[in-house]
């Protein structure tokens, strides 16, 4: 599923186009994707105008000025496309089947923004006052100011859980999955397997800094295209050509002078990339 540079990734290829937008038109092209769509999301969404677009963990919040947020998750395979007479070189590829454009929203300029989404594992709900049960008890923002390494010891005081499994509970900090954890793990020289409440602050503190520092540099790539992301522009992301453990199992490691080769391990059902001989 797109992790947090994906997420952000979209949603700054949304802004110029709906913030301060009216919603014109908002049609669904089917009852719902993993859940049924609210039964008032047309009639609240239709003439509403965009005041702004957030992101909180993975979700992208699109405020409207009803005193609502329509609230979108792109799960395994959704896609945002921007289509329009002022958008540019947008080009929609040919394997984006539009028989998956399940919701189409177009703004007072014309604008076309449509959620296509193949698994439809994706959702669109309709929240007031930040009030839904996807949003509460999420933690920290990794890359607001309130996430440190100070923030990790206190949540993983005492606890026996693997580092790894620990930083993909989004009630830890948000947003954060399989693919950012396993490379910032690598940068802060940590076994995903070491448990979580017995690394020192000091660690904490650089894994804090590398989770900000991995984070930032994926979103400015675009995001990682595994399969499935691809921007709102319709580009692929290419942080994935930046890996230095996900997904190179076998591989050298790629900290100078370290002998080690990247290994691949299971744990909760994923897939953990990291390198025996460096991370510990």
């Not at 290829?13 to 937008?21: A, D, F, N, Q, V």
């Not at 923002?141 to 580092?163: I, K, M, Q, Y």
């Not at 503190?205 to 675009?222: C, P, Q, R």
């Amino acid at each position: 599923m797109p992790e947090l540079p994906e997420v952000e990734t979209v949603r700054r290829g949304l802004l110029p186009h709906l913030e301060g937008r009216r919603i014109a038109r908002l049609v669904l092209n089917r009852d719902g994707l993993r859940w049924k769509f609210p039964p008032d999301l047309v009639q609240v969404a239709t003439g509403a105008t965009v005041t702004g677009l957030r992101r909180r963990s993975k979700y992208v919040l699109l405020d409207l000025d009803r005193d609502a947020a329509i609230l979108i998750h792109l799960g395994m395979s959704g896609r945002m496309l921007i289509e329009g007479a002022g958008v540019g070189q947008f080009h929609r590829d040919p394997a984006i089947l539009p028989q998956h454009d399940h919701v189409v929203m177009e703004t007072d300029d014309g604008t076309r923004i449509t959620l296509n989404d193949a698994r439809r594992f994706g959702m669109v709900d309709l929240i007031r006052d930040d009030a839904s049960p996807l949003l509460d008890g999420l933690g920290p923002e990794p890359l607001g100011d309130d996430f440190s390494g100070a923030t990790l010891a206190a949540a993983f005081s005492g606890r026996r859980a693997p580092v790894k499994a620990m930083l993909l509970d989004q009630r830890v900090v948000a947003g954060l999955g399989n693919i950012y954890v396993s490379e910032a793990l690598h940068r802060a020289g940590i076994d995903p397997r070491r448990a979580a409440g017995r690394i020192g602050r000091a660690r904490l503190d650089d894994l804090a800094s590398h989770i900000k520092d991995v984070l930032v540099e994926a979103i400015a790539a675009g995001g990682s295209s595994l399969r499935d992301h691809r921007q709102a522009t319709g580009e692929l992301g290419y942080f994935q050509h930046s890996f230095r453990v996900y997904d190179r199992e076998g591989a050298p490691c790629p900290r100078p002078g370290c002998p080690g080769t990247i290994r691949r391990i299971i744990q909760s059902g994923r897939s953990s990339f990291f390198c025996p001989s460096c991370q510990r």
